[in-house]
């Protein structure tokens, strides 16, 4: 694997009103992030990675 390079920014992952993931959201938001940064560092380093199940930070990991 090579060098990691250009801008990878932490994703945030959206939440509805019950705490739950909100899938539509989530996926906008990857669509609308994915056209400008070189990759994205899913369940990153603000936070929400402790908030979920561990099936649910395995469901960011797009492929």
Do not use: W
């Not at 801008?7 to 990857?30: A, C, H, M, Q, W």
């Not at 929400?48 to 797009?62: A, F, W």
């Amino acid at each position: 694997m090579g060098a990691f390079k250009g801008i990878i920014p932490p994703v945030l992952t959206t939440f509805d009103s019950e705490g739950k993931i909100d899938e539509k959201r989530y996926l906008n938001l990857i669509d609308f992030l994915s056209k400008k940064v070189h990759g994205l560092f899913v369940c990153g380093t603000y936070g929400s990675g402790p908030l979920m199940t561990v099936n649910e930070r395995k469901s960011r990991n797009l492929q």
